[in-house]
C-alpha cells in the first residue's frame, strides 16, 4: 500500500450493541429553608412560658407573704412521749406581782455631798419597781429623772454625815420616798431600793 492512502472505514456488523450513553445522575433537592412562622411561634411559646412562670413565683410569695402566720405546717414531728415533770406550785398574788415589775435604774448612781465642813462624799444608786404596763406612769418617771435626782442630793447636802449613819438606810429610804412621791401625778413609788450606799471621808 502506497504512503498517504487511507483506510477504508469498514462498517461494524449488523446487530452489534452499543452501550448506552452515560449520562450525569439527577442532584438531589436541597433542604428546604426552615420556615419563618415556626421559629416566631417557637419564640412566642417560650415568651408566654417564661411570662406563666414569673406570674406562678409572684403568686406563691404573695400567698407566703399573707397567709403564713395561719398556714398549716406541711409536716409536723409527732410529740415526744409525755414524761413525769414535777408539780410545782401556783404562784402567789404577790410574786405574780414580782414578775410583772420592772425595776426603774434611771437614776443611776450619785455622788453627793454632806452638810460637813469639810463635806463627806455619799454615793448611792437608788432604784424602785414600778408596772411596766403603765406606760404612762412610766412616761412621766422618765421625764422627772432630773428632779429625783436633785431631790436626792440637795436632802444628802442638808445632814451631815453623823446624822446620815444615825438615821440608817430605812429612815432615809423613807424620806426620799415622799419627797419623790410628791414629784408625781399618775402613779406612786412604793418602796426604795439603794443598789449602793456608802460614805468616802
Do not use: C, W
Amino acid at each position: 500500500m502506497k504512503a498517504g492512502s487511507s483506510h477504508p472505514i469498514k462498517p461494524p456488523p449488523s446487530g452489534t450493541a452499543y452501550p448506552a450513553p452515560r449520562t450525569a445522575a439527577p442532584a438531589k433537592p436541597a433542604a428546604p429553608p426552615p420556615s419563618k412562622k415556626g421559629a416566631v411561634l417557637v419564640y412566642h411559646t417560650l415568651i408566654v412560658v417564661a411570662v406563666l412562670l414569673a406570674l406562678l413565683i409572684a403568686a406563691g410569695t404573695i400567698y407566703a407573704l399573707v397567709f403564713r402566720n395561719g398556714a398549716e405546717p406541711l409536716y409536723s414531728i409527732p410529740a415526744a412521749p409525755a414524761t413525769a415533770v414535777p408539780t410545782q406550785a401556783p404562784f402567789t398574788e404577790t410574786q405574780v406581782l414580782q414578775l410583772q415589775e420592772n425595776i426603774f435604774t434611771g437614776i443611776g448612781r450619785l455622788r453627793a455631798v454632806s452638810a460637813d465642813r469639810p463635806p463627806v462624799t455619799i454615793v448611792v444608786s437608788i432604784a424602785f419597781p414600778y408596772l411596766p404596763e403603765d406606760r404612762a406612769f412610766a412616761e412621766e418617771l422618765a421625764t422627772k429623772i432630773p428632779e429625783f435626782r436633785n431631790t436626792a442630793l440637795e436632802y444628802f447636802s442638808t445632814h451631815s454625815a453623823v446624822e446620815l449613819r444615825q438615821s440608817g438606810e430605812a429612815i432615809i429610804k423613807t424620806d426620799l420616798l415622799r419627797r419623790y412621791n410628791n414629784l408625781l401625778h399618775l402613779g406612786s413609788i412604793s418602796v426604795l431600793y439603794f443598789n449602793d450606799f456608802m460614805f468616802i471621808d
